[in-house]
């Protein structure tokens, strides 16, 4: 998953992970690329002793526990402005070394990407970015031991305009007071947008998955008339369906600082809830096998494993896109997929309700490719089942390869409810394997990922 750094991005033409060694090269003289807050160059690596390992881990630190920023190795500076290129190695060795250097020296370990850009003229040198998000696990001290005098008991750096600067104690006591408020709001948030979805379709008795999506930091959709008439344009557009090459939703409608999407009246339409804090949840209404027993009463619910997968992959980037294009968020997001057999099956919901059906059980088979019956891997059922992930807001957003990583870390977790170690139909790495889709979903996720060069 790479970093996004929108200003260094407008800076270089493109993301991250396609900067080519020209567009860096050009940035010399130019005082927009001065250093900063989210920028510093190096005109060679760190030292290999103990004074290159902590200017390393206080560089990288001093991102993380800001706003997060960007260290460009193998460009001279004057006054802060790129002055000259002086290629650096860009050897395994060398990756080998900065990624030791990060986890042994700052605690928590400061998450970052290398990327190395190759010269054209000399493969194997160029200049190494090091990407540094705002990391949610400020602050992060460096804990190599110092090499010059210093009445700086707490060694928690932070990035002050293009310099370093040390945080005190009051500083560090309110960093960790933060971090641990803000998880501790997030995982509220992310249960009340979810019961919200759920209360208001409480009537609903068949499986739904259920996804929940919380950014990291909080952004603002403004709910005005002009602007609902472009999003209720967008949603009514959308293709939920990757692959299928249709739009969806039938419905469009503001409610309680949020907009409520649906797509349909039937049992298993889709619905959604897009709050303007960015957050926002859907709920999709499974098609499987009924089994009924002689007096036409339900038994059973069935559904196989692509019929889960496919809409998960679906749901994340519909969700993603409204907390980064409508809200104005960035960063990480904390998401969740549940499955519920029943609505009424959902921890948060007590109906007393004499009725309403007894909640069905419900199972995910794989079925026999040679008679068709399902081949159940549990005697369990499971009425709800839950799953939990961190993911970039624009991998997911982007349809790329972050997105297969979080749909396979989700669903692995997920369906291990119903006895499977992982499902096989998306790799951890994001390798996805279009075949072992169901026949109703198979075609349209291999034509999706042809068209995105996912296969």
């Not at 290629?87 to 250097?101: C, E, G, T, W, Y």
Request: aromatic fraction near 6%; glycine fraction near 8%.
């Amino acid at each position: 998953m790479v970093t996004r750094l929108r200003r260094l991005e407008g800076l270089l033409g493109a993301r991250l992970n396609d900067v080519n060694y020209s567009s860096i090269a050009e940035l010399i003289g130019n005082t927009d690329a001065a250093e900063g807050e989210d920028l510093d160059y190096k005109r060679a690596h760190y030292a290999s002793g103990d004074q290159g390992r902590e200017e390393l881990a206080k560089d990288v630190a001093a991102f993380a526990n800001h706003t997060g920023g960007l260290l460009i190795l193998g460009m001279a500076e004057d006054k802060g402005v790129p002055s000259r290129v002086f290629d650096v190695d860009l050897d395994d060795s060398r990756l080998r070394h900065i990624q030791q250097v990060v986890a042994n020296n700052t605690a928590p370990p400061v998450p970052y990407e290398a990327i190395p850009v190759h010269s054209p003229d000399a493969p194997g040198t160029g200049f190494l970015l090091l990407a540094v998000p705002r990391s949610p696990h400020a602050p992060h001290a460096v804990t190599t031991p110092t090499t010059r005098p210093s009445r700086e008991a707490l060694r928690y750096p932070r990035r002050g305009g293009s310099q370093t600067e040390w945080l005190t104690e009051t500083d560090v006591a309110t960093a960790y007071r933060a971090r641990y408020t803000a998880a501790a709001e997030r995982d509220r948030r992310l249960e009340d947008v979810e019961q919200e979805l759920v209360d208001a379709m409480y009537r609903r008795t068949t499986p739904h998955l259920i996804v929940t999506l919380v950014p990291e930091q909080a952004g603002d959709m403004v709910i005005d008339s002009e602007r609902f008439s472009r999003y209720q344009k967008e949603l009514l557009a959308t293709q939920l369906y990757l692959g299928q090459g249709s739009s969806n939703f039938g419905r469009v409608t503001v409610g309680p600082r949020r907009l409520v999407v649906t797509e349909g009246g039937s049992r298993y339409s889709a619905r959604a809830e897009l709050h303007r804090d960015g957050s926002a949840a859907i709920a999709i209404g499974l098609t499987g096998r009924i089994y009924v027993n002689e007096y036409e009463d339900v038994e059973m619910h069935t559904a196989e494993l692509g019929d889960v997968v496919y809409p998960l992959l679906c749901a994340l980037p519909f969700l993603a896109s409204h907390a980064r294009d409508r809200a104005g968020t960035s960063g990480l997001a904390h998401v969740r997929a549940a499955l519920v057999s029943d609505m009424a099956a959902h921890p948060t919901q007590n109906i007393l309700d004499a009725d309403r059906p007894a909640i069905v059980p419900f199972r995910v088979d794989r079925l026999d490719p040679t008679t068709g019956r399902p081949q159940p891997l549990t005697p369990e059922f499971y009425p709800y089942a839950v799953a939990d992930a961190g993911a970039l807001l624009d991998d997911l957003a982007d349809l790329d390869r972050g997105l297969l990583q979080a749909t396979a870390a989700l669903a692995d977790e997920l369906l291990q409810a119903y006895g499977y170690p992982e499902t096989g139909l998306i790799t951890r790495n994001g390798h996805l394997h279009p075949s072992q889709f169901t026949q109703r979903t198979s075609g349209a996720v291999e034509l999706w990922a042809r068209q995105r060069g996912l296969l």
